[in-house]
């Protein structure tokens, strides 16, 4: 009996050292070197404060290069993928992570960090910026070249619970909240914001234009004692984003991008267009244009670049192809008419400053990394604005530099 008890105690230790001696863990795999470098073949200089990422689950890593350019690796990464970073520079994509050197590009121009924010920036004016999160909390910063500071805080409203989007048409804010009405706050003083309407329309995506609402797949009108008056359905769809543009709704939807309802008699809306893009995965308006894109779902910058396509919308009731470009990133939405924004496909965190023109394209000419506050993840988080030389990029403040 006694030797079948040995042999019991011995099994799981011949196991083990078996184990060990054919596949050796990650622990014993020693660690190695990388070095990250930028410039010109035979000017390269090393780069330090690049943040190298990989891995998956449980081996994922983060680790930074120092004053030589140096990052040291776990041994279990080599001759796997890692992603590298930095503010102002380019995010690059390394396919097999070895002992040797690695190039990442500067940006064409800079941003000087001066602080983050706290939710989404709405607005901003020569000194001061609102910003609103998902739970309704309303903030106001001032902000100069020494940084930012809070002046305000405050709940919009005590029965905010969640808000899925927002829009501001002058001085007023319209909020979409959840399972808790459509609502207005005057803004004009921005250290004063007050509720003028709570209308009874449930919804996630809306647009507005003077008295006419158009939610939950209806047209309404606001009366002028702040009632609402159904006045006709407007279709079946699926919206992410609305806009109306002089008589026509525009809604931008899955698979569907866009369909265009005539709404110049409101108690009955027509469609007159169903344009489909099937590989189109998002879009956005700009004064009288709509870019569609990217029309591709594999997005890896200047490697793989997006593509988008422009509608002209200057004749509404009749939009026109207008162009199609290609551009190393994904662009959210506009600034102004030359620089748009948006963030990288290789690293999803880094935020993009685009220069161009819908005729002729846009490149990425600034990039600032973790432009995401942690705690938002509604749709305006990406946001961005600017009153220059100063911008928001996500909840990150910053100075815009020529190099």
Not at 221 to 243: C, S, T
Not at 335 to 342: F, W
């Amino acid at each position: 009996m006694k030797k079948y008890l040995w042999l019991f105690l011995l099994t799981p230790l011949l196991i083990s050292m078996s184990c060990n001696n054919k596949n050796p863990t990650a622990i014993d795999t020693p660690p190695f070197n990388i070095v990250i470098q930028t410039g010109e073949p035979g000017n390269f200089i090393p780069v330090a404060g690049v943040t190298v990422s990989g891995g998956v689950d449980w081996d994922m890593f983060s680790v930074v290069t120092n004053q030589y350019g140096i990052a040291q690796i776990p041994g279990n990464m080599r001759g796997r993928s890692a992603i590298i970073y930095k503010d102002n520079f380019l995010p690059n994509m390394i396919d097999r992570l070895d002992t040797m050197e690695y190039w990442i590009g500067r940006a064409r121009d800079s941003l000087r960090f001066l602080g983050r924010t706290e939710g989404a920036a709405i607005k901003m004016t020569a000194n001061e910026i609102i910003t609103l999160d998902e739970e309704g909390n309303y903030r106001v910063y001032s902000y100069s070249d020494g940084g930012i500071y809070l002046q305000l805080f405050q709940k919009l409203d005590s029965s905010i619970n969640y808000i899925y989007d927002y829009k501001l048409y002058g001085d007023t804010l319209w909020v979409s909240v959840y399972n808790n009405n459509l609502k207005a706050f005057l803004i004009s003083s921005i250290h004063f914001p007050s509720m003028i309407y709570n209308l009874p329309c449930t919804t996630a995506v809306f647009a507005l234009k003077d008295s006419i609402l158009i939610c939950n797949n209806n047209v309404f009108k606001i009366d002028a004692w702040n009632q609402v008056h159904m006045l006709a359905p407007v279709g079946e769809f699926y919206a992410r984003k609305m806009e109306i543009i002089g008589n026509q709704l525009y809604v931008l939807g899955g698979y569907s991008w866009p369909k265009v309802y005539d709404i110049a008699n409101p108690t009955l809306p027509i469609l007159l267009y169903d344009f489909l893009e099937p590989n189109c995965w998002d879009g956005f308006f700009h004064e009288d244009m709509l870019f569609l894109g990217p029309l591709q779902y594999d997005v890896m910058d200047y490697t793989l670049p997006a593509s988008y396509k422009v509608k002209d919308l200057s004749v509404p009731s009749a939009p026109v192809d207008y162009s199609v470009f290609r551009t190393g990133g994904i662009i959210r939405g506009m600034i102004n008419d030359t620089l748009a924004y948006g963030r990288s496909g290789i690293a999803y965190g880094n935020g993009f400053i685009f220069s161009g023109s819908p005729d002729s394209g846009y490149g990425v000419i600034a990039s600032l990394t973790n432009i995401n506050n942690q705690s938002m993840y509604n749709v305006f988080t990406e946001k961005s604005l600017l009153f220059w030389p100063y911008l928001i990029i996500g909840s990150k403040i910053c100075k815009y530099v020529s190099r």
